[in-house]
């Protein structure tokens, strides 16, 4: 028997101990392990800098090492991530679509558990505690395989988690950690689908596609953001070019970041410029089309360059941005139609019109109006956090919060009732 086997069994046999678990019992788990990340920090620190230095050794760019730092910041806010988790209400055992039949059976759904869920991700080792804590909320247990380059940091982390869990009298193997950066466990472990009921990728195109094309497992993908926001010409511009820079800027190193900006071409002429100088300042250059180009070349000749084949359909993560002319409404949807990976696409306008069309026509996780696409998150749509953001359409679409992580039985009761 292989040892990710036996993790499958494991990952089984604590999942139905804990889908008893009250929660109360996982809140304060939770509340200890969230305090445990606080003071164990100068440990987390110190395993990620080793991780840190090995990349830059390797000669990672700066997005990637950003992707994978931690600082007290940012582990402060995977303890409030906990924290958002615990003051949510707990999805398991909810009773929903009640109904009682005509010859007296009494029906209903009530939410229960998946079951063991495997996670792999790449570069950033704050998934470790979002997904264990998402995971222990709702009964669930996990199987995380990170990436090579965050082994050090995830290390750590896991090892807090199963203390704090032994800690509370319940088997360590609710939260179980791939110690093996070999790729081949990553293929060995789609293959456990008697053992994991869901697989979820967290990383690049060619891991969901690894995933997609070789698991025995139902795969959920997503994360992979191709983000637009389109301005019409009834849009404010001063107010766009701070939403603009918010969806760019804020963070470019995450899937919700900004990809592509889409301007009407009768307000073009004024607000790309203003556009290119507020933005350029942020070091933020530019992918321009043909039209967007030729207005902008002479002006702007270090921060513009012309757009090449594939340059709208790349997911930047970085301070890299495509711009475009469109003549209309209708352009602006099909170019989205065409590029997007349909994860947070936005318009910005003062038309009720193109804004209602826009929600009932583009079709993606998120669709927003006159808002940063950057709030494409678990923690900022109230979810207290995410294990991925889906951009399917089976199951679940969007950050995937608590209930996301549940399905349902049916509970039938009855009077000793036989069919007739």
């Known amino acids: 028997m292989s040892s990710l086997e036996s993790m499958g069994i494991e ?51 700066s997005a990637f090492i950003d992707r994978l730092k931690l600082s007290p910041g940012r582990i402060e806010n995977m303890a409030s991530g906990l924290r958002n988790i615990v003051s949510l209400p707990d999805p398991i055992g909810d009773s929903f ?52 380059d965050t082994i050090h940091s995830n290390r750590v982390i896991v090892s807090i988690v199963r203390e704090v869990i032994q800690e509370h009298d319940l088997p360590m193997d609710i939260v179980q950690f791939v110690d093996d950066t070999d790729r081949k466990k990553v293929m060995e472990l789609l293959k456990l689908h008697q053992y994991i009921d869901m697989l979820i990728p967290r990383g690049s195109a060619s891991l969901h ?13 997503g994360g992979i953001g191709v983000c637009h926001l389109f301005v019409d010409e009834t849009a404010d511009p001063e107010k766009s070019i701070q939403v603009i820079q918010n969806a760019k800027t804020q963070r470019p190193t995450v899937c919700n970041a900004l990809d592509t900006v889409l301007v009407h071409r009768k307000i073009a002429g004024k607000f790309l410029p203003d556009l290119i100088e507020t933005l350029s300042a942020k070091n933020v250059t530019f992918k321009a089309d043909e039209k967007s180009y030729s207005l902008l070349k002479e002006r702007f000749p270090e921060f513009v360059s012309q757009a090449q084949e594939g340059d709208f359909d790349t997911e930047w993560l970085s301070l890299v941005l495509g711009i475009k002319i469109v003549q209309n409404y209708e352009e602006a949807v099909q170019h989205i139609d065409l590029h997007s990976t349909f994860h947070s696409d936005g318009i910005l306008t003062n038309d009720p019109e193109n804004a209602a069309r826009f929600l009932n026509e583009v079709d993606s996780a998120a669709v927003y109006v006159n808002a940063s696409t950057r709030f494409t998150d678990g923690g900022e749509f109230g979810l207290g956090a995410e294990v991925a953001i889906s951009t399917q359409r089976l199951h679940a679409r969007g950050p995937m919060g608590l209930q996301e992580l549940t399905t349902y039985k049916w509970v039938v009761q009855g009077d000793y009732h036989v069919r007739s």
Not at 18 to 41: C, F, T
Not at 209 to 221: A, D, G, H, K
């Open 11 to 61: 990952a089984k046999k604590a999942a139905k101990v804990l889908a008893q678990v009250s929660s109360d019992r996982k809140n304060n788990l939770l509340e200890d392990l969230a305090a445990r990340l606080l003071s164990s920090q100068e440990k987390i620190l110190k395993a990620n800098q080793i991780d840190i230095e090995n990349s830059q050794n390797a000669g990672k760019n």
């Open 209 to 221: 596609n690894f995933c997609r094309e070789n698991s025995l497992i139902p795969v959920i993908t």
């Open 97 to 148: 679509d009640s109904r009682v039949l005509e010859n007296g059976l009494r029906l209903n759904k009530q939410r229960v558990p998946i079951g063991v869920i495997a996670v792999i991700y790449e570069s950033r080792p704050n998934v470790t505690i979002d997904v264990a804590g998402l995971g222990i909320k709702t009964g669930n247990a996990v199987i995380l395989r990170g990436g090579s």
